[in-house]
């Protein structure tokens, strides 16, 4: 059984063409999970006009907590972990017809406990950029290989374009305090948890750019400091059981990533509105850029 969590957010404009492409699938074994967290909108009432259609979808209705907080309540449904299959798709993004079969037969064909597949950049004025392809063939990766290739950012580290064995998120959850780029502390350690990793040579699944989602909006403070904590938590990370020289690999090229991501962050950092709690967790990545030069 799949398990597909939708966080949704005041996307009443995109929801519809999202849970129509995932109820028009042509694998039927599937529950949609979706989680309305707080949103203001009529994406609730949308949502409930679709559960009146289907008995496949499950609707949470919650506060507003976050994108982490949604997947979370998502999760907290699934009963069975150890049958469960689980993908994730954002509310304002869509995916190909066949996506769920073509992810799910990969998965039974290699048993792996992640599929990872590709995915193609779309736009509101309706262009769609080619896919995001990984390698030029299906490839099975050996878990610190594909955990090499997060890190160096050839493997994007986004929840949707995987699918998960259940077990791996039976006693994991996303990090609720994280607010913006919380995929990034996330997927390294269900890779590093993981026993196989696959990659499919398919593009099924289509990120929507809009104004007003997560990514486009406003860059606040705090998202600043949850993107560079993501980083740091990756960093200090205690990667037990791996072979040093490895991991030293993983710090440089975490590193990398962290300094691309403050360069573009310290511009953007409001000193002048931040609150004294925000101007301590800034000082204390400053810090972090010394020890780490």
């Given at each position: 059984m799949i398990y597909v969590i939708v966080p949704v957010y005041n996307v009443e404009k995109y929801l519809a063409k999202c849970l129509d492409s995932i109820?028009?699938?042509?694998?039927?074994?599937?529950?949609?999970?979706?989680?309305?967290?707080?949103s203001t909108d009529n994406s609730l009432r949308v949502l409930i006009d679709y559960s009146s259609k289907y008995s496949n979808l499950k609707i949470i209705n919650k506060k507003n907590g976050g994108l982490s907080s949604a997947r979370n309540a998502g999760l907290n449904c699934i009963e069975n972990f150890n049958d469960a299959l689980i993908l994730y798709v954002d509310s304002d993004d869509y995916?190909?017809?066949?996506?769920?079969?073509m992810m799910v037969n990969e998965q039974l064909s290699s048993?792996?406990?992640i599929v990872l597949a590709s995915y193609c950049d779309s736009y509101e004025d309706g262009h769609i950029d080619q896919p995001h392809f990984l390698f030029d063939k299906d490839t099975c990766l050996d878990i610190y290989d594909a955990t090499e290739l997060l890190f160096s950012g050839s493997i994007q580290s986004h929840s949707p374009c995987k699918l998960y064995k259940g077990w791996l998120w039976q006693y994991f959850r996303f990090d609720e305090n994280i607010k913006f780029m919380e995929d990034q502390q996330a997927t390294f350690q269900l890779f590093l948890k993981s026993n196989k990793i696959s990659y499919i040579h398919y593009s099924g699944y289509y990120y929507l750019h809009r104004i007003g989602s997560l990514c486009q909006s406003f860059m606040s403070n705090e998202k600043i400091l949850s993107a560079l904590s993501s980083y740091t938590f990756c960093y200090n990370y205690n990667f037990s059981n791996i072979n040093e020289?490895?991991?030293?690999?993983?710090?440089?090229?975490?590193?990398?990533?962290?300094?691309n991501i403050f360069l573009m962050m310290y511009p953007r950092f409001s000193k002048k509105n931040a609150t004294i709690i925000e101007f301590e967790k800034w000082n204390s990545f400053l810090k972090f850029n010394k020890r780490t030069k």
């Open positions: 109820f028009n699938q042509t694998y039927k074994d599937f529950v949609v999970i979706a989680v309305n967290d707080g995916i190909s017809n066949n996506y769920f079969e048993n792996a406990d020289e490895l991991v030293k690999k993983y710090k440089t090229l975490i590193i990398q990533s962290y300094a």
